[in-house]
């Protein structure tokens, strides 16, 4: 069965500081996709990236980096130099390659950045 | 570019009412997504379709049925409404044949049962 474990419920920090968000997951399947998704307070889901697992490959896109390891069947999420408009809840996802592909998503991680 | 279209963005119901949701996806994506989101929650799969085929189903309750149409547009019924339906209703689309997977979600639809 999969699983997507956001230990951390509540981050705050203050504007221009870095943070990282931690994500784990489950799967017995050897192909399959994770994401991340925001969703600000006006509610609505905003796709951020989508990494395979067979690419470990990190990622960097301007102020958003990820870094995913296999190893630790991990996939966090590190925001540099944050903003205000960072301020929104981030939900981890996984799908795996077989059926639907439905995404089962982490609790979610309620990120403040207070100016 | 065009994004996934819910109607109506906000629902007000009474216990035992009925409600559809309707959901139109991206242009040519062939898979479409229903997910229930609950205060404070994480989003819950319901129901899914490719081709507009039911291709997998979630935790839906009996009283709830959906299906998509030849436009590929989808509909959400649901019947004899309870309290805790009360919560956010995303439809999600994306292309999975031959295409990149991500899911796109539209705004969702507010449902408030009282």
């Known amino acids: 069965a999969q699983k997507v474990t956001q230990a951390q419920t509540e981050i705050s920090v203050v504007e221009k500081e870095d943070v990282t968000l931690d994500c784990v997951y489950e799967?017995?399947?050897?192909?399959?996709?994770l994401f991340w998704y925001k969703q600000p307070p006006s509610g609505e889901l905003v796709f951020l990236i989508r990494?395979?697992?067979?690419?470990?490959q990190n990622e960097i896109s301007g102020r958003y980096s990820w870094n995913f390891q296999k190893s630790t069947s991990s996939f966090n999420f590190t925001i540099t130099a944050s903003q205000v408009v960072d301020s929104a809840v981030y939900f981890c996802?996984?799908?795996?390659?077989?059926?639907?592909?439905?995404?089962?998503f982490g609790q979610g991680t309620r990120l403040t950045i207070n100016p | 570019a065009a994004g996934v279209i819910q109607s109506p963005r906000h629902l007000i119901k009474e216990k035992r009412e009925t409600a559809t949701l309707k959901c139109y996806p991206i242009?040519?994506?062939?898979?479409v997504y229903w997910y229930q989101q609950g205060p404070g929650q994480d989003p819950q799969f319901l129901i899914s379709?490719?081709?507009?085929?039911?291709?997998d189903k979630g935790s839906i309750p009996d009283r709830f049925s959906a299906q998509q149409f030849s436009d590929y547009h989808s509909e959400l019924n649901m019947s004899s409404l309870e309290l805790g339906d009360s919560a956010l209703y995303f439809c999600?689309?994306?292309?999975?044949?031959?295409?990149?997977?991500?899911?796109?979600f539209g705004p969702g639809t507010r449902l408030t049962v009282t």
């Open positions: 242009p040519r994506h062939d898979t």
């Open positions: 799967t017995r399947d050897t192909t399959y996709y």
């Open positions: 379709f490719y081709e507009k085929m039911q291709s």
């Open positions: 996802a996984l799908s795996e390659r077989q059926g639907a592909q439905k995404l089962v």
């Open positions: 990494r395979n697992s067979f690419d470990e």
């Open positions: 999600a689309s994306s292309l999975r044949t031959g295409g990149p997977l991500e899911q796109y």
